[in-house]
C-alpha cells in the first residue's frame, strides 16, 4: 500500500506559517515513505473559494519547495458527493431538517437554560411524509443531517496518542445546506476514500470532526485511515495566531525576502523535541523528520527567532546557491563580493546594500577630531595589489605611527570607509573598496 496524505486547504485566503506547517508536515511524510502527496483545495464553498486564492497557494508551496504529485478540486467531483449523498440518504443516515437558523438557536438557548447539552435533538428523524411536504409548501428547503451511531470512536492518533469520543455528545452534523451546497465533513471523506488516504495530518482543531469522519468512512463501506492531529500554532505571548495572519503569510515572508528553507525548517521543527536547525536542503530535514517527535504542547511561533534562522541559512549559502539572486551584483565576479558580506546578513537581499557601500560613489562619516588621524591613515595605505593581508599591514602601520589602537584605531576608519559602525571584516571589505575608492572616502 502506497502511503498516501494530503493537503487540503480551502482557497479561501493565502496560507500562512500554521496552514504551511501542516502541508510541511505532510510533505516530509510523504517523502520519508516514498509516498504520494496530494493537493487538494477544499473549494466546495463556491462562494468564498476564489481560483486566484488556489493559484496563491499553488505559488507559496511552489517557492517552499513542497511539489505535490497530484492536484485536485473538489469544484470539480461533485458527482462523486452526490453518489455518496444518495447512498447515505437510501442507509438512512442521512436525514432532512427544516429547522431555520433562529429556531435552532431557540432550542439551544432552552437546553442550556435547563442545563442540558446543547445538542441537535433529532426532530428532522420524526417528520412523516406529510410533514415534510407541508413544510416543503410552506417554502422551507431541507438541511441534511448526518445520524451519528452515538458510540464510543476511538483511534491511536500518531501524535495525541488514543483518542476517545462518544459521538452521543455530538449534534448530528449538517452535510449539505440548505441551497444543497456541501459542507467540508462529506467531500473531504469521499475523496479521502476515493484517492486511497492512508493518513490524515492535520490541525487538532479537526480532532472532533474526525470522529464523525469515521463513522461517515464506514457508512461508506470504509476504513478511516490514521490519524494525526498535530497541536497549533501560538504566537511568542501564547496566543493563537488566527488574527495576525497578514504578516504571516507565506506571502508575506516571502516578499519580506526570508529563506524559503528558513521556513521550512522552521515549520518542520517547532513543536517538536528536535531542536530548531536551519536546513539548507530538505535532505537532512528529512532525516530530522519524524512525525512521532512532535509534541501535543502548542508550537510556538516567534517571527525573531525565524529570522534568526534566516540568519544562519544566510551564512551557510554559497555564491552560487544565490548567484541568480544577486543579479546585477557581480563586481569582481561576485563570488569575493558574497564571501566578503554574507556573514553579515540576515536575507540574502541585504546584500544590496553592501553592494552599494563597497562599490558606490558614497562618502562615509568622518568625525571633526579625526580629521587629521584619517589624512594620515590616507596618505599610507599601501600600492595594489591588494588582498587579504592589507587591511592588517596597513592599519598595523597606521598604529604605529599616530599611536591610536584599538576602537579609536578602527572605528573611525570603518565609518570613514563604510558609513557604518558595524558590517562584515574590513580585511575582507578593504581589497574590494579598492585604493582608488578608499582613497576618495577617506
Ligand atoms: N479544508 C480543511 C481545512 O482547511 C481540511 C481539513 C482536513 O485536512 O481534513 O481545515
Given amino acids: 500500500m502506497t502511503i498516501t496524505v494530503r493537503f487540503a486547504p480551502s482557497p479561501t485566503g493565502r496560507i500562512h506559517i500554521g496552514n504551511a506547517r501542516t502541508a510541511i508536515l505532510n510533505w516530509l511524510f510523504a517523502r520519508k515513505s516514498g509516498g504520494r502527496f496530494i493537493l487538494r483545495y477544499d473549494d466546495t464553498d463556491a462562494e468564498r473559494s476564489t481560483r486566484e486564492f488556489a493559484d496563491g497557494i499553488a505559488t507559496d508551496l511552489d517557492w517552499l519547495g513542497l511539489k505535490p504529485d497530484e492536484v485536485y478540486r473538489q469544484s470539480d467531483r461533485f458527482a462523486l458527493y452526490d453518489a455518496a449523498a444518495a447512498k447515505l440518504k437510501a442507509d438512512g443516515r442521512l436525514y432532512a431538517c427544516y429547522e431555520t437558523a433562529e429556531e435552532l438557536d431557540y432550542k439551544r438557548k432552552r437546553q442550556l437554560a435547563r442545563h442540558q447539552p446543547p445538542i441537535y435533538d433529532r426532530s428532522g428523524l420524526n417528520l412523516s411524509d406529510e410533514d415534510r411536504a407541508r413544510l416543503e409548501a410552506d417554502g422551507r428547503k431541507p438541511h441534511w443531517r448526518f445520524k451519528l451511531d452515538q458510540r464510543d470512536i476511538h483511534w491511536d492518533d500518531l501524535v495525541r496518542g488514543e483518542v476517545h469520543i462518544d459521538t452521543s455528545s455530538l449534534s448530528d452534523p449538517v452535510l449539505i445546506r440548505e441551497d444543497g451546497s456541501y459542507l467540508y465533513t462529506l467531500p473531504s471523506v469521499v475523496d479521502d476514500i476515493d484517492m486511497g488516504m492512508t493518513h490524515i495530518i492535520r490541525g487538532e482543531d479537526h480532532t472532533t470532526n474526525a470522529a464523525v469522519q469515521v463513522e461517515i468512512f464506514e457508512a461508506l463501506g470504509a476504513r478511516a485511515p490514521a490519524f494525526a492531529h498535530h497541536s497549533l500554532l501560538v504566537g511568542a505571548d501564547g496566543k493563537g495566531l488566527s488574527k495576525r495572519l497578514g504578516s504571516l503569510s507565506i506571502a508575506a515572508m516571502r516578499e519580506d525576502g526570508l529563506e524559503a528553507m528558513a ?161 562584515p571584516e574590513l580585511a575582507a571589505l578593504l581589497p574590494l573598496i579598492g585604493r582608488e575608492r578608499a582613497i576618495a572616502r577617506l
Fill in 263 to 423: 521556513v521550512v525548517s522552521h515549520g518542520a521543527l517547532i513543536g517538536t523535541s528536535e531542536a530548531i536547525e536551519p536546513h539548507t536542503g530538505m535532505d537532512t530535514l528529512l532525516q530530522a523528520f519524524d512525525l512521532s517527535k512532535l509534541s501535543r504542547a502548542p508550537g510556538r511561533f516567534d517571527m525573531a527567532e525565524l529570522e534568526n534562522l534566516n540568519a544562519r541559512i544566510v551564512h551557510q549559502l554559497s555564491y552560487d546557491d544565490v548567484r541568480v539572486r544577486l543579479a546585477g551584483m557581480d563586481a569582481d565576479g561576485g563570488q569575493g563580493f558574497w564571501h566578503a558580506v554574507h556573514g553579515n546578513l540576515s536575507k540574502v537581499q541585504d546584500a544590496g546594500e553592501w553592494f552599494g557601500i563597497i562599490y558606490g560613489d558614497m562618502t562615509g562619516e568622518i568625525a571633526d577630531e579625526d580629521r587629521d588621524f584619517i589624512s594620515q591613515a590616507a596618505a599610507m595605505l599601501p600600492d595594489e595589489p591588494w588582498g587579504e593581508t592589507t587591511w592588517k599591514s596597513w592599519t598595523d602601520e597606521v598604529k604605529q605611527a599616530t599611536s591610536r589602537k584599538g576602537k579609536g584605531l578602527f572605528m573611525p576608519l570603518r565609518l570613514a570607509l563604510t558609513g557604518k559602525q558595524h558590517g
